[in-house]
């Protein structure tokens, strides 16, 4: 069982800094199948990457993921106020699939 | 279109059932998976399962096992979730999602219902 370590737990920014976030896997991800999700209170989660590198319909490409292997990252090239949410990773190339624990984006 | 809609709020009693509804637009269920998470109040996003239903394969994370089952009636394009012996711990907002190709998870999610469980 593949278990997702999110970090930082928190990310204190301001609008027009850039974030990146970390998902670690224990072990390697198969076919690098890692999701990232944006969710905003009082909403469902939205698909912002999926295959760590692939944009979801729609995404503005300030968003990008990288990674391979156990290491995967979210990049949010510079911050909308629309941006500051919870993010989270998923790994669904091996059962069962997984989600890390989130990371926090907040305004400083 | 709405990918997928969900049935409503539930407020049942512990050691009760529950079961959850996830309507896909279309009424097809195609070769999509459906996946089913959770999210207590508070906390993060909890992977509970999924089905293929074209395929008639379930597969539950081990957490549930035993005490959840998914079903998928391809003739209505519905699938449901259902939750046996709840605690309250199982007040939760219940997702579903479905995938768009073999590539992806969770592509396009459900609204959530909110399970609440009370005595």
């Not at chain 1, 939205?46 to 300030?62: C, E, M, N, V």
């Not at chain 2, 579903?96 to 998870?105: E, G, I, K, V, Y």
């Not at chain 2, 459900?110 to 469980?117: K, S």
Request: glycine share 10%; with cysteine; aromatic share 12%.
């Amino acid at each position: 069982e593949i278990v997702l370590t999110q970090s930082p737990g928190t990310l204190s920014l301001s609008p027009g800094d850039r974030a990146t976030l970390s998902c670690r896997a224990s072990q390697s991800v198969i076919n690098n199948f890692v999701g990232w999700y944006q969710q905003k209170p009082g909403q469902a989660p939205r698909l912002l990457i999926y295959g760590a590198s692939t944009r979801a319909t729609g995404i503005p490409d300030r968003f990008s993921g990288s990674g391979s292997g156990t290491d995967f990252t979210l990049t949010i090239s510079r911050l909308e106020p629309e941006d500051f949410a919870v993010y989270y990773c998923d790994q669904y190339g091996s059962s069962p699939w997984a989600f890390g624990q989130g990371t926090k984006v907040e305004i400083k | 279109q709405v990918p997928l809609v969900q049935s409503g709020a539930e407020v049942k009693k512990p050691g009760s059932s529950v079961r959850v509804s996830c309507k896909t637009s279309g009424g097809t269920f195609r070769s999509y998976t459906i996946s089913w998470v959770r999210q207590a109040p508070g906390q993060g996003l909890e992977w509970m399962g999924r089905i293929i239903p074209i395929l008639d394969e379930t597969d539950y994370a081990q957490k549930f096992q035993g005490r959840v089952t998914f079903i998928a009636d391809k003739a209505t394009g519905i699938a449901y979730m259902e939750l046996n012996s709840l605690t309250s711990e199982d007040t939760a907002l219940y997702y579903c999602a479905r995938s768009l190709s073999t590539q992806t998870s969770c592509y396009f999610w459900g609204q959530g219902t909110l399970v609440t469980v009370s005595s």
